[in-house]
């Protein structure tokens, strides 16, 4: 009798089990990992923030002149920006109003996807002053993941110093305010 060979593979059991067990792990991770990713988004979105006023702040002291970071929000936060210049305003929703040396200076909602901002000041400037780059009184403004309601805020002292923290600490690893 001719022997026969040993069969490979799987049995329509044993792939239907997998796939039901890769099913429930699936369901199980997804949730998670979108929350995740709302939370990378917030903390891009405040890195890249407060980075932009850090950054306002060594053009002022640089360049020896006063420069302001205008805030502007439309859309009930889902849209905003923040534009620097030497003037005395810009619009950063207009591509190119917000240059210094004829760069565009502003970042955007845009790059941050589910980060809405809510400026309590409703159009305020942080103006840096050329003299160690203060500012007059405590500036704010605020993130929140639309998914998640984590909050995040951007925070400039009078003098100058950018931080951030979370209000209410639901950002985690940053400091409550």
Known sequence: MPKQAPQRGFTLVEMAITLVVLGILMTIAVPSFTSLMDSIRLKRAGDGVNAFLVNAKSEAIKRNKTVRAIVQVADSGATWCIGMTEGAS??????????????????????????????????????????????????????????????????????????????????????TC
């Open 90 to 175: 810009c619009d950063c929703l207009t591509a190119g109003s917000c240059q210094i040396d004829g760069v565009d200076r502003a970042i955007a909602s845009a790059s941050y996807k589910n980060v809405v901002m809510d400026d309590p000041d409703d159009g305020h400037a942080f103006v840096f002053s050329a003299l160690r780059g203060t500012v007059a009184g405590n500036e704010t403004v605020e993130l929140e993941s639309d998914a998640t309601g984590a909050k995040l805020n951007a925070i400039v002292s009078p003098m100058g110093r950018v931080r951030l923290c979370s209000p209410d600490g639901s950002a985690g690893g940053y400091p």
